[in-house]
C-alpha cells in the first residue's frame, strides 16, 4: 500500500523539479531580447527601417479581421502580438497599474480614452503621421477626445423594439422607463454605467456627462422607479430576448440592435425623441510605447476602407469614414437601416467623455439602483 | 426510516441544483442549431468545429500548462510551508500570513502583482501567469496539508527515527504517506482554481497567450461560439476522471 504511493510522489517530485528547474533559466532567457531592444531604442541612430519590430496591440476577441495581423506584417515586415481584453474597466485597470507600459495600440471606448489620457498614459496623436485618417468624417474630429484616440467604430444608443408585438411606435426614453401597461416586465436596459444612467439623464433632460449631484439624485429615484417594470438589466443578449420574445422593448447599441435584426425583420431601432448618446470605439498609443512608428502603421493600415468596409458589414457598427459608409451595398443598409443614419444626426447626439471626479458618484449611483428593490 | 427518505430526497435536489446548469451545457454542446433557445437535433458539429478552432485550442493548452505549473509547485512549497509552521514556527502572525492571499480579494492582488512585474521589468507571459498563482496556492495547498498535520501522531516518526532510519528516509516512508491524501487534495483544489481563475491572469498574462478564461471573456463582445460548450463539456469530463483517479488512488480512507 505504501510503496506505490511513495512512488506517485517520487514522480511528482521529480516533475517538480524538472519544472522548477526549467522555469528558472528561461526566465533570463525571457526577458534577455528585452535588454537589448531597449538599449536599441534609446539610441535614435540606428540604421533599422523604422516600421519594422514588433507591436503589441490589445483588442476585444473578433473585433477586426481574423486575417488583418497576417496580412499587415505580411505588407509591412512588423510582427504583431494580439492581446484580448473583454471590458473597457479590465484593459483600463491594466495600463494604469502597469503605468501604461507594455501595449503599442489599445482599443477602447472613447469615454475610456479620455480617462486614460487625463492621468498622462497616452500619447498625443500626430494625424499627420496618419494619412489614411483624411478619409475620417470631419465632424468626428471635432471630439476633443481624438486628440488622444484615433476613431475606429461610433454609434448611438436608443430604443430597440419588436415592431409585430409593440401596437405603437415607442420614440421617447419614457417609452422604457415608464412603459405602458403591456410593456410591463418585458423590458431590458443596459447595465454598464453609463448607459444605464443615460436613459433617465437624457428623459430628464440632463446632459450624459452630467456632474450635478443634485440631477444625478433625480436620475437616481427615476431609474428605481423604473426598475419595477423591468425585466433585466442586460448587456450582451438582450438582442436574443427581443428575438424570442421575452422582451420587447430594448435600450440598445445602435450595432447591437443590428444583431437582432439579423435574426427576425421585425426588430427595428429608434434614437429616442429626447436625444442620446454618441459613442466612438477608438484606437490609443500609451506613452510609454517604443515603436510609435509601427503603432502609427498599423492604425493606418486600420483605418483602410476595406477593413473599415469588413466592420461594417461584420460587426454591423457604423464607422466614421467616408470612404466606407459610400461603399456600402444597398442590401445592408435596407436591412439594417440604422447604418445608414448620416454622421450629422449623430454628431446631435451627446459624445460620451470622461467625467472626472464624479465617476465615483456615477458607480455609487449604478450600486444602489442595481441593489435596489431585492 | 421516514427520515431518510427526507434525506435523499433532499440531497437529490441539492445533486439537481448543482448539476442542471451543466447538465445543460453538455447537452447543448450537442445541439446542431448553437442557439440556446432552439434544439437543432443531435451533432458533434462544434466539437468538429472546435478541432478547427486553434485559438480555442491554444487558450486550453495555456490554462492546462499554468495550472499543472502552478500545482505542482506550490505542492511542495505548501506542504514544506505546512509542517514549517506546524512543527516549528507556532506563531498566530505567522500563520494569519500564510492565509492572507486567500483572502485578498484577487482584483487588489492582481494589480499588486502586475505592478511588481512592471517594476522589476519582468516581461509577462505564462510564466508570470503561472507565478502569480503560485502564490495564492500555496496557500490553499498549506491549509489543507495542515489539517491533515495537526492530527498527525508524532510517536509514528520518532519509532521511525529511533529504529535508525535517517530523517529524509523518514519523511518519504512515514510523513508523507500519511498527509499524502491532504497534499493531494490540496493539489486538486490548487489546479481547479488555477484552471478557472480570470482576475489575476489577465492582468498578469502577456500578449498572444490568453488563457481560457481570458479567451472566453473577450469573446463576449462578439464572438461567442457554441464550440465554447463543446470544449467546456471535454474540460469537465476530464477533470471527473482526473477527480476519480484521485479518489481511487487515496482507497478507502478517502481524502476530504
Not at chain 1, 523604422?50 to 476577441?61: C, H, L
Not at chain 1, 475606429?152 to 420614440?171: A, F, H, I, K, Q
Not at chain 2, 478541432?51 to 505542482?72: H, I, P, Y
Request: charged share 15%.
Amino acid at each position: 500500500m505504501n510503496t506505490p504511493k511513495l512512488w506517485v510522489f517520487v514522480v511528482l517530485l521529480v516533475s517538480l523539479v524538472a519544472v522548477a528547474c526549467g522555469g528558472t533559466p528561461s526566465q533570463p532567457a525571457a526577458s534577455s531580447p528585452e535588454i537589448p531592444a531597449q538599449t536599441e531604442s534609446a539610441a535614435p541612430a540606428q540604421p533599422q527601417a523604422p516600421a519594422r519590430g514588433k507591436i503589441v496591440i490589445s483588442n476585444w476577441d473578433a473585433y477586426m479581421p481574423s486575417d488583418l495581423l497576417e496580412k499587415f506584417t505580411a505588407e509591412t515586415g512588423i510582427q504583431v502580438e494580439l492581446a484580448l481584453h473583454a471590458t473597457n474597466e479590465e484593459i483600463v485597470g491594466k495600463l494604469v497599474a502597469s503605468k501604461g507600459k507594455g501595449f503599442d495600440v489599445v482599443f477602447m471606448t472613447g469615454q475610456f480614452a479620455d480617462a486614460v489620457a487625463k492621468m498622462g498614459l497616452l500619447s498625443e496623436i500626430d494625424y499627420a503621421k496618419l494619412p489614411g485618417s483624411a478619409n475620417l468624417f470631419e465632424e468626428v474630429k471635432r471630439i476633443p477626445f481624438t486628440k488622444y484616440a484615433v476613431p475606429y467604430t461610433w454609434g448611438t444608443t436608443g430604443l430597440c423594439y419588436r415592431s409585430d408585438l409593440v401596437n405603437y411606435e415607442p420614440d421617447s426614453w419614457y417609452d422604457l422607463l415608464k412603459p405602458k401597461p403591456e410593456l410591463a416586465g418585458k423590458i431590458t436596459m443596459l447595465s454598464t454605467d453609463r448607459w444605464l444612467l443615460l436613459p433617465a439623464q437624457k428623459a430628464l433632460g440632463f446632459s450624459a456627462n452630467t456632474t450635478d449631484a443634485g440631477e444625478m439624485q433625480q436620475v437616481k429615484d427615476l431609474l428605481i422607479e423604473a426598475k419595477k417594470t423591468l425585466l433585466a438589466y442586460d448587456d450582451t443578449t438582450f438582442y436574443s430576448k427581443l428575438v424570442s420574445g421575452e422582451a420587447l422593448l430594448v435600450e440598445a447599441w445602435d450595432g447591437w440592435c443590428n444583431y437582432g435584426i439579423a435574426e427576425n425583420a421585425d426588430i427595428r431601432f429608434v434614437i429616442p425623441k429626447e436625444g442620446s448618446d454618441l459613442w466612438v470605439d477608438t484606437m490609443v498609443i500609451p506613452a510609454p510605447s517604443e515603436n510609435k512608428e509601427a503603432a502609427y502603421a498599423f492604425i493606418d493600415y486600420v483605418l483602410r476602407p476595406e477593413i473599415g468596409a469588413w466592420v461594417a458589414e461584420n460587426i454591423l457598427y457604423k464607422v466614421p469614414n467616408r470612404m466606407v459608409m459610400g461603399s456600402l451595398s444597398t442590401d445592408l443598409l435596407t436591412t439594417f437601416p440604422n447604418l445608414s443614419i448620416p454622421p450629422q444626426e449623430l454628431l446631435k447626439q451627446e459624445a460620451l467623455q470622461d467625467v472626472g471626479e464624479a465617476q465615483s458618484l456615477y458607480s455609487e449611483i449604478v450600486a444602489e439602483v442595481l441593489a435596489s428593490g431585492q | 426510516m421516514r427520515s431518510q427518505t427526507w434525506l435523499r430526497f433532499h440531497s437529490s435536489l441539492v445533486y439537481i441544483f448543482l448539476y442542471a446548469p451543466i447538465l445543460m451545457l453538455i447537452v447543448l454542446s450537442f445541439n446542431r442549431s448553437g442557439l440556446p433557445t432552439a434544439w437543432g437535433g443531435f451533432s458533434l458539429y462544434w466539437y468538429a468545429e472546435l478541432l478547427q478552432n486553434r485559438a480555442l485550442l491554444n487558450a486550453a493548452l495555456n490554462s492546462l500548462l499554468v495550472a499543472s505549473g502552478s500545482t505542482l509547485v506550490s505542492a511542495a512549497f505548501g506542504t514544506l510551508l505546512a509542517m514549517g509552521l506546524e512543527r516549528i514556527a507556532r506563531n498566530l502572525v505567522l500563520d494569519a500570513f500564510v492565509f492572507l492571499p486567500m483572502i485578498i480579494p484577487d482584483i487588489v492582488l492582481a494589480i499588486a502583482l502586475l505592478s511588481f512585474f512592471t517594476f522589476i521589468e519582468m516581461p509577462l507571459s505564462l510564466l508570470t501567469i503561472t507565478i502569480s498563482h503560485i502564490v495564492f496556492n500555496i496557500a490553499f495547498v498549506a491549509a489543507i496539508v495542515r489539517t491533515r498535520l495537526s492530527y498527525f501522531d508524532n510517536t509514528l516518526e520518532e519509532a521511525s527515527l529511533d529504529l535508525g532510519a535517517p530523517p529524509l528516509k523518514t519523511f518519504f516512508k512515514i510523513t508523507l504517506p500519511l498527509i499524502l491524501p491532504g497534499v493531494i487534495a490540496g493539489s486538486l483544489l490548487a489546479f481547479t482554481i488555477s484552471l478557472d481563475e480570470f482576475v489575476i491572469a489577465f492582468f498578469t498574462a502577456g500578449p498572444a497567450q490568453p488563457t481560457l478564461p481570458i479567451l472566453i471573456y473577450s469573446m463576449v463582445r462578439f464572438g461567442v461560439t457554441p464550440d465554447v460548450n463543446a470544449l467546456a463539456t471535454i474540460v469537465l469530463s476530464l477533470s471527473a476522471l482526473l477527480i476519480l483517479i484521485a479518489q481511487r488512488f487515496g482507497g478507502t480512507e478517502g481524502f476530504f
